[in-house]
């Protein structure tokens, strides 16, 4: 069985095309639909119920385009709705991302791990029970990072502004370094240079990207929903503010080599 509609990604903005793009280097010959809502970013210090509407509104858009399957490349968006989206659409495998705690603390049992994420995710019970299952087996601190994704939106993605930035945000880190870095929101994978520049090399530094993208193939596998072997892979970029195509066009560059 294969199924040759395409997967709908979707985030508050550009940072899912981090995920789009391990997505890609996994299942090349899949067609993609990419949505960011940067006219809405951030979601990650909005409340959490206009964190569901904005996501249930992407999710339908994607939806009416015939995707066979939502992946939501956005961690608050998961934390927040992950779970009454998949009962809204029975039929539809919906697959979330979530800070890759899991992979930091079975590599550094026993180790330092910092979470970095928005503060709607760290509030959200979703975190609070995935930290719950691991932080028996790791030291596990989390530091809201409300400001990075305006940085990614803006197309900073490197440089003094976004340096000095960086290092007043990790003050209380660079003495001692943590064992591991979890990058707990889809925007920060491209800034994960300046953030290792700032802990110093020893710090390793983990997202949920790649785990996402596995999982979805996995679902897709189990479904029958795998694009057949000869069909071409294609990517269709949309924003709900049609000035960021230019800027997701060069993220998606820095993504396909992360
Ligand atoms: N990329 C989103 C995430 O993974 C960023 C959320 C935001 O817009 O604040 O959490």
Request: hydrophobic share 40%.
């Given at each position: 069985m294969s199924d040759n509609r395409p997967i709908g990604v979707f985030d508050s903005?550009?940072?899912g095309i981090s995920v789009l793009g391990e997505l890609i280097k996994l299942m090349p010959n899949e067609k993609y639909i990419y949505f960011g809502d940067s006219r809405n970013?951030?979601?990650?210090?909005?409340p959490h119920e206009l964190v569901r509407e904005l996501t249930f509104a992407t999710a339908s858009l994607l939806i009416q385009a015939e995707c066979k399957c939502l992946v939501i490349a956005c961690n608050t968006a998961t934390a927040a709705a992950v779970r009454p989206l998949r009962e809204l659409y029975p039929g539809v495998p919906v697959i979330g991302i979530e800070p890759a705690i899991k992979p930091a603390v079975l590599a550094d049992p026993g180790g330092h791990v910092l979470v970095m994420a928005t503060p709607v995710t760290l509030g959200e019970d979703k975190f609070h029970r995935l930290m719950a299952k691991y932080d028996r087996d790791a030291l596990i601190s989390t530091l809201a990072c409300p400001g990075i994704v305006e940085f990614v939106e803006k197309?900073?993605?490197?440089?003094p502004e976004l340096e000095a930035y960086l290092r007043n945000l990790l003050a209380d880190y660079?003495?001692?370094?943590?064992?591991a870095v979890v990058?707990?929101?889809?925007?920060?994978p491209f800034v994960r240079d300046s953030i290792s520049k700032v802990l110093g090399a020893y710090t390793k530094i983990y997202d949920g990207g790649g785990g996402t993208a596995r999982e979805t193939k996995r679902q897709l596998e189990l479904h029958g929903l795998l694009a057949s072997p000869e069909q071409e892979g294609g990517i269709t970029l949309r924003n709900s503010?049609?000035?960021m195509i230019e800027l997701s066009l060069k993220l998606l560059e820095i993504a396909r080599k992360l």
């Amino acid at each position: 069985m294969s199924d040759n509609r395409p997967i709908g990604v979707f985030d508050s903005g550009v940072g899912g095309i981090s995920v789009l793009g391990e997505l890609i280097k996994l299942m090349p010959n899949e067609k993609y639909i990419y949505f960011g809502d940067s006219r809405n970013a951030p979601y990650g210090t909005k409340p959490h119920e206009l964190v569901r509407e904005l996501t249930f509104a992407t999710a339908s858009l994607l939806i009416q385009a015939e995707c066979k399957c939502l992946v939501i490349a956005c961690n608050t968006a998961t934390a927040a709705a992950v779970r009454p989206l998949r009962e809204l659409y029975p039929g539809v495998p919906v697959i979330g991302i979530e800070p890759a705690i899991k992979p930091a603390v079975l590599a550094d049992p026993g180790g330092h791990v910092l979470v970095m994420a928005t503060p709607v995710t760290l509030g959200e019970d979703k975190f609070h029970r995935l930290m719950a299952k691991y932080d028996r087996d790791a030291l596990i601190s989390t530091l809201a990072c409300p400001g990075i994704v305006e940085f990614v939106e803006k197309g900073i993605v490197e440089g003094p502004e976004l340096e000095a930035y960086l290092r007043n945000l990790l003050a209380d880190y660079t003495s001692t370094p943590p064992d591991a870095v979890v990058l707990g929101c889809t925007h920060y994978p491209f800034v994960r240079d300046s953030i290792s520049k700032v802990l110093g090399a020893y710090t390793k530094i983990y997202d949920g990207g790649g785990g996402t993208a596995r999982e979805t193939k996995r679902q897709l596998e189990l479904h029958g929903l795998l694009a057949s072997p000869e069909q071409e892979g294609g990517i269709t970029l949309r924003n709900s503010n049609g000035s960021m195509i230019e800027l997701s066009l060069k993220l998606l560059e820095i993504a396909r080599k992360l």
